[in-house]
């Protein structure tokens, strides 16, 4: 059954640092989001992408973070200069379309900023 | 703003234990529902969804959700957990017509069935 894949799986980064956190999502799907888990809270959404741009974002996402559909496979965020509060579990998904259609979600990444 | 309130943070049971986890959302719209578990070390999985019709939806392992729409609610149960239930049971919503569907979650309950 195809997966949502994210790397790295861990990424441990020092305060002010750039980091690139990196999701394949499932090939046929259209639509992509990113989310955040800081550790005790719930998950937030944070932007959503189709056909090569925003489509929606939220508060969280400012100009420090940035998205990215480089090739055919490859969804990207991109944290330009990490924040203490940045330290969190991000999750990528993906879905077809969005009308009835559930989102299937990657292992997360765990970034720790120090 | 659309919200999603789940009432158990922490729910321990015996094996065999019927369980059944509160979910309330906040939006005066028609919404999309959601239950996603995800065990220990593992991504989230979708366990139930509802879209429309029959309100009370069966999803994967013997789970089961019933929207109340009167209530605003959407509450899991299983008649009779098993240790492999153990992990952390997230509800969300997406605003049907919306534009992009993102999920709004609670802030998730953490099931340990106790063997």
């Known amino acids: 059954e195809p997966e949502v894949t994210q790397t790295p799986s861990h990424q441990v980064t020092q305060m002010g640092q750039e980091v690139i956190l990196r999701c394949v999502p499932i090939?046929?799907?259209?639509?992509f989001y990113w989310y955040r888990q800081i550790l005790g809270q719930k998950v937030e959404f944070l932007v959503s992408?189709?056909?090569?741009?925003?489509?929606?974002k939220s508060e969280i996402f400012d100009d420090q973070f940035s998205v990215e559909r480089p090739d055919g496979s490859n969804f990207t965020l991109k944290i330009r200069s990490t924040k203490l509060e940045d330290s969190a579990m991000y999750f990528c998904?993906?879905?077809?379309?969005?009308?009835?259609?559930?989102?299937?979600f990657g292992p997360g990444t765990r970034l720790t900023v120090t | 703003a659309q919200s999603v309130s789940q009432h158990n943070h922490h729910v321990i049971l015996s094996e065999a234990a019927s369980l059944e986890l509160g979910c309330n959302y906040s939006?005066?719209?028609?919404?999309?529902l959601f239950w996603y578990v995800q065990y220990p070390g593992q991504h989230l999985q979708l366990l139930l969804k509802y879209f429309s019709g029959d309100p009370l939806v069966k999803g994967i392992k013997g789970f089961e959700a019933e929207f109340i729409k009167s209530k605003f609610s959407f509450n899991l149960r299983k008649p009779s957990v098993q240790w492999s239930d153990t992990a952390e049971y997230f509800c969300?919503?997406?605003?049907?017509?919306?534009?992009?569907?993102?999920?709004?979650f609670g802030t998730g309950t953490l099931l340990a069935v106790q063997p």
């Open positions: 939006y005066g719209g028609t919404v999309n």
């Open positions: 969300a919503v997406t605003v049907y017509g919306g534009a992009t569907n993102k999920l709004i």
């Open positions: 998904a993906s879905t077809p379309g969005t009308a009835t259609y559930e989102q299937y």
């Open positions: 090939s046929n799907h259209l639509y």
């Open positions: 992408f189709y056909n090569n741009e925003i489509s929606e």
